[in-house]
């Protein structure tokens, strides 16, 4: 999960996530709008008897707030609450595991923030079966293939591997950038991402307000897409100033096509 | 304002009270479902450029916990915040104007704990308008005949107060008493109020958890109110465990007849 709103807690029993699956949790800033729901959600987990650690990953004072809180209303959890504090002003990786690795972007907003860089590790190679029983391979050396290696035939012929499978697919990778000035130091780190959110709380009209509120405006979103070769953009963090939501697609288009907006219990796939 | 439970902010523009009307806000005891909107509302105030001081009365710790969150975020309030720190287990008054006193009722739960006792002072007297000119009263005495005092006709006499008046409506007065395990002690203090809400977590099938979690039955929240001779009982903090909400009435009806379940935005006139 990235950041936590009050509500958030609401919002997700309603989007049907299940509680449990939820395991890490990202946190890019320490304003209300992205902050507030985690100590009611890390309560409610307690009440539901969740016994898996969770993690949380988030600007420095984070755990002093969340224990604080806890303590204060001798409400500890039964659970392991492991946090990981960032102060750091470069990109740093924060976790990895077998298939994904998250990597911090650091911002410019009016309090220490990060966005986060999830990146999907290569999976495995897809066995081309039509190739492979040609070339008289066994069965029970397909599971081998898959992981790139060459395998011997029952003619005892050593096959290699690129001739019996095709590459996988290349991996996902997702930005989230908010809250953020606009900030071009990032493009480098997010080159090519699958799916990039960079928050657009301004139109151009606005864009006066930027440089004291440490906001973008959806222009300067998808120059970010575009500097980045991206393959779409995700906009969203809306001011409620503006009457029509549309806008900021008509700003954003002209510089980067393939920009949406995001939406509560909206989900995009890739 | 009493409490502050997570989302309390959204509960409230759905209610339709106006923010600026919420001047003092009490925290009977600091777990989550009674405090953990308040600094959600207290950011929003902000937003909304609220000019006016909020007084917030609560257990030691709730100011550190507040400043903290506002310390990290950047984010001080542009209006005063008044901390009214409470720690005595004694019975205190904690606010008074011309209207309305406050008072704490020390509870027995898990944590720190106080209900507020709200109780309105007298009001003016009601002029028996027929009377009053009966009695050659100028209009000019009416404002002075409602605060109680004799006066002089056009005839020069002395006219008596009470022959010309009605006494004031009785005072109103409310007891708030959320969290808290049976605690016999607080109905002299509550003697005759007008309305009494008191927590009713469980059923009696569920009594013997009272003890540990220091909550009530719907059986002990009407005992309290009929030992207290109050004018009606509101039951509210109802568990989820049970399918129907009318067990509580009917557990509670045969002690004290009028009792009634708070629900959402549900308004109750005294």
């Given at each position: 999960m990235i950041d936590c709103g009050e509500g958030t807690q609401v919002a997700l029993r309603k989007s049907k996530v299940k509680f449990a699956r939820v395991k890490h949790i990202f946190i890019s800033h320490l304003h209300g709008d992205h902050f507030y729901g985690l100590i009611g959600l890390i309560s409610t987990f307690t009440l539901l008897g969740r016994e898996a650690d969770l993690h949380i990953y988030g600007p420095k004072g984070i755990k002093e707030i969340i224990t604080l809180q806890l303590k204060l209303g001798k409400a500890w959890t039964n659970y392991s609450l492991i946090f990981h504090e960032l102060d750091s002003k470069a990109p740093q990786l924060i976790f990895e595991d077998e298939k994904v690795e998250v990597h911090t972007i650091p911002l410019d907003h009016r309090v220490y923030t990060n966005g986060f860089l999830f990146k999907e590790k290569p999976g495995e190679r897809k066995l081309n079966l039509e190739a492979a029983v040609a070339a008289k391979i066994?069965?029970?050396?397909f599971r081998k293939l898959k992981t790139g290696a060459d395998v011997t035939n029952r003619d005892g012929k050593l096959i290699p591997n690129e001739s019996v499978t095709f590459p996988p697919d290349p991996p996902s990778s997702y930005a989230f950038c908010s809250d953020t000035a606009y900030k071009p130091e990032i493009v480098p780190q997010i080159?090519?991402?699958?799916a990039l959110y960079h928050e657009a709380t301004f139109l151009e009209e606005h864009l006066h307000l930027c440089e004291k509120t440490k906001h973008s405006t959806a222009k300067q979103a998808a120059t970010i897409a575009k500097e980045a070769g991206v393959q779409q953009l995700i906009l969203g963090h809306f001011s409620t100033r503006y009457s029509s939501l549309e806008r900021y697609l008509e700003e954003a288009r002209p510089v980067f096509e393939n920009t949406h907006l995001a939406e509560d219990f909206k989900v995009f796939e890739f």
């Open positions: 066994d069965n029970s050396y080159q090519g991402v699958t």
